[in-house]
């Protein structure tokens, strides 16, 4: 059982409501901000307009009114289940007493006084559009009817590809590497420009997107694909674009997870990774990102939960590790923006400190925003004792809130955090962001392999396609599992095509029954995900090579499958399962797409990974 209690400030919540278009008037909520509007950017849509000069000292003004206990709230985002504000389902109420000792988001606002809310869709937050807008305007009618009510920042993490919280019919775009093989800027900010676009008109104001870290490591479980790639130079021009198109949109945009998460082997949810860079590796690889995002005026970065004894030699977190964030991130690379930690429940910030330490030690390191902490009462108790016994001042807190508001103020929120329900229809998964995703999608693809000029398929010579392989749990509210939407693609391109979900461990049986199934087929496509030297995945595909019935892989994850695969016909990396993807690898591989990713990371061969097999910049087209 969590520790619900709350300090002497709780206050009840409001009277239920359900979270419909009703809201406080536009009046109402100029007078809730206590006059701070007069100072920001005129217009009720001019969200990423920079706040004019004067702006701080209504701030200032604000903070000075607040309580500390409203000021120990503005520090954290936190997770709440449900899709209503006041009227969750029974199930998603049972979890939040579990947790978080409250019924509703409600409740959590009116007794933390929190600066945010975290979406997930685990936690039942993102089931439609129109329910997540509803959600939204609820959570911030709820904290704008408090005494001294502030919005809040909303967020998620919406990076696209295999990290997207946010599903159909949102626009659902290729993810970071697949993004990384297209190689244009152009096409990323048109990611950042229309993912923001929906994400606003949602009422979701700040995304933990984009990733800017390094992927040098293929072994990576944590990152992978969530990378543009392991060119410091060409990630951070793709990090610096998104970044634009973000905030262009009204969406704070995230630059994580600093101080550079792309060398490790160890995943942080849960253990904690040590990163062995020299500092002058450090400023040539992993910091290049970073300086690209400040230069492009991100709003907030995001801390990782890895130790760099180069960078701090006392054996803390970088999370927690005043000389990185002040000393680094602050002092060396001239940021002032928001900075957010990773989530306080993953297991690298939790392995050396208690959780009642970690938001403490977080924000004495240089952190705003305290994310997710798995226990909200111990953190926010926390960091209430430790400013009334004299380990934090009041000031320290202004600093952060200060940074926090400066952010609400800019997107507007201070002015009018609501959004329209008519507005949703008119942006969110509309026909022209569908195509702009496919068209990109097409640009990503990446062909490595193709013998004998084996791809396109042909209709005519090679009817009958069997899909075959792995289907890992489908991204996003997508149509999913991607053996299906393959064979779906190429049967609407003009073949006959199977599905044969074979899963990313098949077993002898399941092999057995490919192998046959092949016999039927004039041609075999085969999806892997994240091969190993001795994984069954492996045993299946050398198995259909062996019947000499053609057969083309697709790595649906990771391009680094193609070094345990030598002998297939084909080769092609789509770096996603998602429907976005899979689908424009099944246009190339029918030749109604020309291939034209090129690799953003290097492959090294399996049986010596001291040698490249496949450069950066390798790709083959028709």
């Given amino acids: 059982m ?72 503005q520090l954290f985002v936190m997770r709440v289940y449900g899709h209503s504000a006041t009227a969750p389902d029974q199930a998603d109420i049972d979890a939040n007493l579990k947790e978080i000792g409250v019924r509703t988001a409600a409740e959590l606002i009116a007794r933390y006084r929190v600066g945010g809310i975290i979406y997930f869709a685990w936690a039942h937050n993102t089931r439609d559009p129109h329910q997540i807008a509803a959600l939204s305007n609820g959570i911030q009618r709820a904290s704008l009817e408090l005494p001294r009510g502030l919005p809040l920042l909303i967020a998620t993490d919406q990076e696209h590809g295999i990290v997207a919280r946010v599903g159909k019919p949102a626009t659902l ?108 590796l450090w400023s040539e690889l992993d910091a290049v990102p970073f300086r690209a995002a400040i230069r492009a005026g991100i709003d907030s970065i995001m801390t990782a939960h890895i130790m760099v004894p180069a960078l701090d030699p006392a054996g803390d977190p970088a999370t927690l590790s005043h000389p990185i964030l002040t000393g680094i991130l602050r002092g060396e690379l001239g940021y002032d923006g928001v900075v957010v930690t990773d989530s306080l429940g993953m297991e690298g910030v939790r392995t050396k400190y208690g959780d009642d330490r970690v938001p403490v030690l977080a924000l004495k390191a240089g952190v705003d925003q305290l994310l997710n902490p798995p ?106 599992p991607p053996t299906t939407v393959m064979a779906a693609a190429l049967n609407g391109l003009g073949f006959t095509a199977t599905a044969l979900s074979t899963g990313t461990a098949p077993s002898a049986a399941t092999i057995t029954k490919a192998v046959t199934a092949a016999a039927d087929a004039d041609a075999v496509v085969a999806l892997t995900y994240n091969l190993t030297a001795t994984g069954s995945q492996k045993t299946l595909v050398e198995r259909l090579v062996a019947t000499g019935v053609p057969v083309t892989a697709v790595a649906v994850r990771n391009p680094y499958d193609i070094a345990r695969v030598p002998g297939v016909g084909a080769f092609l990396a789509s770096y996603s399962w998602t429907d976005v993807e899979v689908r424009a690898a099944a246009r190339v591989i029918a030749g109604r797409a020309d291939p034209r990713g090129r690799l953003p990371v290097a492959v090294q061969r399996a049986d010596d990974p001291a040698q490249v097999l496949y450069p950066i910049g390798y790709g083959l087209t028709y």
């Avoid at 006059?35 to 005129?42: D, F, N, Q, Y």
């Fill in 173 to 280: 775009f290729p993810g970071a590497m697949a993004l990384g093989a297209g190689g244009s800027r152009a096409d990323a900010r048109t990611v950042g420009r229309i993912s923001g676009a929906e994400l606003r008109a949602l009422g979701i104001n700040q995304d933990y997107s984009p990733d800017a870290d390094v992927n040098v490591n293929p072994a990576n479980p944590v990152i992978g694909v969530r990378s543009f790639g392991a060119d410091p130079e060409a990630v951070a021009g793709l990090v610096a674009a998104e970044v634009k198109g973000y905030q262009g949109s009204g969406v704070a945009a995230t630059a994580k997870h600093f101080p550079g998460h792309g060398d490790t082997a160890v995943d942080s949810h849960f253990g904690f990774p040590v990163i062995t860079h020299s500092r002058e």
């Fill in 2 to 73: 969590r520790d619900s209690s709350t300090g002497s400030t709780a206050r009840p919540s409001g009277p239920a409501e359900p979270d419909g278009p009703s809201r406080p008037s536009r009046r109402t909520v100029l007078a809730a901000t206590a006059g701070v509007t007069a100072a920001l950017a005129a217009g009720p849509r001019a969200h990423a307009a920079p706040a004019r000069p004067g702006t701080d000292k209504a701030l200032r003004a604000l903070i000075s009114r607040m309580t500390l206990e409203e000021k120990v709230g």
């Fill in 375 to 480: 226990d909200l009462g111990v953190a926010w108790n926390a960091v209430l004792n430790a400013v009334r016994g004299g380990e934090l001042t009041e000031a320290r807190l202004d600093e952060s809130i200060l940074r926090i508001l400066r952010l609400k103020a800019k997107h507007g929120l201070l002015h009018d955090p609501y959004v329209p329900d008519a507005e949703i229809d008119r942006v969110v998964g509309v026909p022209a962001h569908l195509r702009a995703a496919d068209r990109i999608a097409e640009r990503t693809t990446t062909l490595l392999v193709n013998e004998e000029g084996l791809l396109p398929l042909s209709r005519r010579r090679t009817p009958r396609v069997l899909v075959v392989g792995a289907d890992p749990a489908s991204p996003s509210l997508s149509d999913g």
